[in-house]
């Protein structure tokens, strides 16, 4: 089974706090994406990398950065937390069919 | 702007009904196309795809696909209180790499 695994599942941030999270996958997907999801507005795509050190903006990009060093690996950067990014993230990776990890929530005060 | 479309609901039915949830796209070149169920607090996890016109059936769960309409169903059969979540439609084009999600329905099956 594919596994997809977020490093943190409940975060407190403050704003202007730089804030990480991260996602590993472990089926050699090329393909992996970062999603904010909330209520009323659904899934919204953030980020998303096609290969290693490759990445292209999604639809709600501003805020956020991305960095893949490896291909199991995919981070997404909040260098200064604000309250509108209270959310929660979705990682996911793909090969045909998308599988997503079980989710960051976060909180920013 | 490419859109996918579904009613948000909630569609209530009554345990051992059938459930029909619909969902339009408007990217006529979407190839993929994608069930995801999710419970509340949990992520999204895969129930069907299918690519080609007509049904594709699996267990209690038929998708149906009408490219000519750009329109996607999900039926299920023998409702059970379980299947209550909110169901997210996704398409995707062979030429991209993302998959674009609807807002979802949600449904409420009554015991």
């Known amino acids: 089974d594919v596994k997809v695994t977020q490093s943190s599942r409940y975060l407190v941030k403050r704003t202007g706090e730089k804030v990480f999270l991260e996602c590993v996958q472990d089926m050699d997907h090329e393909n992996m994406f970062w999603y904010r999801q909330d209520p009323g507005l659904g899934l919204r795509l953030i980020y998303f990398?096609?290969?290693?050190?490759?990445?292209e903006k999604g639809d709600i990009p501003e805020g956020y950065s991305v960095s893949r060093e490896k291909k199991e690996r995919f981070s997404l950067i909040l260098e200064s937390a604000s309250t509108n990014q209270t959310s929660m993230y979705l990682c996911a990776s793909r090969r045909g069919e998308l599988f997503f990890g079980e989710g960051s929530r976060l909180t920013v005060l | 702007q490419k859109e996918v479309e579904q009613n948000s609901g909630p569609l209530s039915v009554p345990e051992g009904a059938i459930a029909s949830l619909n969902c339009t796209y408007s990217d006529r070149g979407s190839q993929s196309f994608f069930w995801y169920r999710q419970y509340s607090g949990k992520s999204p996890e895969l129930i069907m795809f299918i690519y080609s016109n007509g049904d594709k059936e699996d267990g209690r769960f038929t998708a149906q696909l009408n490219k000519a309409s750009q329109y996607v169903s999900l039926l299920i059969r023998d409702s059970q209180p379980s299947d209550s979540a909110t169901y997210l439609c996704a398409v995707s084009s062979d030429s991209s790499y993302k998959l674009i999600f609807g807002s979802g329905t949600r449904l409420l099956v009554r015991p």
């Open positions: 990398s096609y290969d290693v050190k490759m990445k």
